[in-house]
């Protein structure tokens, strides 16, 4: 099993997917461009994950973020394509993510 899964090619930072307990996975990350709008509603969809809602900081920066997936293994965020969505507009797009160890 990997330990981790990162991805650090989508809009200038970085997402990372760590299992932290038996069945939860966190993501954490930042973006560094392509939020201008700081009252957008800003969402990354993970896979076939429910959403993330994104908050922005300074455009063209989002906040750090963190999110916890339960009933999830590592193996579930390796290999998924990630996308941000900005008022129901696609702002970026990944490859699969990579994994770690």
Do not use: C, W
């Not at 307990?21 to 990350?29: A, D, K, P």
């Not at 193996?75 to 998924?80: E, I």
């Amino acid at each position: 099993m990997t330990d981790d899964a990162t991805y650090t090619e989508l809009l200038g930072g970085r997402v990372t997917f760590t299992q932290t307990g038996e069945s939860v996975v966190r993501m954490t990350g930042q973006f560094e461009d392509g939020f201008g709008d700081p009252n957008a509603d800003y969402l990354l969809h993970v896979g076939d994950h429910a959403p993330v809602t994104i908050h922005v900081s300074e455009p063209p920066s989002s906040k750090p973020f963190e999110h916890d997936f339960k009933d999830a293994t590592i193996d579930d965020f390796t290999g998924v394509f990630l996308r941000v969505v900005g008022d129901n507009e696609v702002i970026g797009n990944s490859d699969p993510t990579m994994p770690t160890t």
